[in-house]
């Protein structure tokens, strides 16, 4: 266990990466708090390193983006150590998924229960300067887990790597969200848009996010959908299921297609998971 004021390389890139994802600061340190940190020097911690700069990934290859095969496995099921998840619909070209049986109903209820008393104002990266700001575009409260926090988060995590054709440790430590009515995430990229100074700390553990997965947590009673302006597409939340996008191949090409986002909450609550997965070792 590290002192009240000593920060360990892993606690120094967990703040870096759950910063780099837009969680709250102060979601951070109290999370850091509740592990025995000291309260100021955790507060001082996460303000230095939010403020901190790093090298720039490089910048994608020019050209047409190029589609390879999907690092979502092929097949009407996918059969990961624990579950089958079927697959109900496919895109190719941007690849995305439609997921059901991601999540059992136990396992969305403890996710709720766990996050439910750790949410604060979400926030995104700044593209100009990096510092991370809550917008109106934005209009949610989040928590974020450490990665493999504990034997259930981490049992999660395998599944979802398998899921996702990649190795645990380039996956983002799992994000909850909840969004209340009128709440929203207006259309938006979930990569780093490489020439904005903003996405310097963001890329430079990990390098760039290359897809997706967002779990439904709840039955929502009103709106919530994801939608995918572009493509005519919209989701509609059931609890368990989930829905996939990949953006970023083995060029380092980002694919816009994938801008999406979440419609307003028009009844009721919504709540999800969100896991994100990088280029390499992350953290």
């Known amino acids: 266990m590290p002192t009240s004021r000593q920060l360990t390389p892993e606690w120094r890139d967990w703040i870096i990466e759950n910063l780099a994802r837009g969680c709250a600061p102060q979601a951070l340190v109290e999370e850091m708090v509740r592990k025995h940190y000291d309260r100021d020097f955790a507060q001082a911690s996460v303000q230095q390193l939010g403020a901190h700069g790093f090298a720039v990934e490089r910048a994608p290859a020019a050209g047409a983006y190029v589609y390879e095969t999907p690092r979502l496995p092929p097949g009407n099921v996918v059969r990961t150590h ?116 903003g996405s310097v700390a963001a890329m430079a553990t990990g390098g760039q996010r290359v897809a997706s997965l967002v779990m439904y947590l709840n039955a929502v009673e009103g709106g919530g959908a994801t939608i995918f302006p572009e493509l005519g597409l919209e989701v509609v939340p059931q609890p368990g299921s989930a829905v996939y996008f990949e953006y970023c191949n ?34």
């Open 82 to 197: 624990d579950r089958e998840v079927r697959v109900a619909l496919r895109l190719a070209r941007p690849v995305v998924a439609v997921l059901h049986d991601v999540l059992s109903a136990a396992e969305c209820a403890e996710l709720l229960r766990r996050a439910a008393g750790q949410l604060a104002r979400s926030t995104t990266i700044d593209p100009a300067g990096g510092s991370y700001k809550v917008v109106a575009e934005r209009s949610s409260e989040g928590m974020c887990f450490a990665r493999a926090a504990d034997p259930f988060i981490a049992g999660l995590e395998r599944r979802l790597a398998e899921l996702m054709g990649c190795p645990p440790e380039h996956g983002e430590g799992l994000q909850v969200l909840r969004y209340g009515v009128g709440g929203e995430y207006r259309p938006h990229h979930d990569y780093f848009p490489p020439d904005d100074p």
């Open 250 to 283: 083995s060029r380092g090409q980002l694919d816009a297609r994938t801008l999406h986002g979440g419609a307003p909450v028009t009844a009721g609550e919504k709540w999800i998971a969100t896991k994100w997965v990088r280029q390499r070792r992350y953290g």
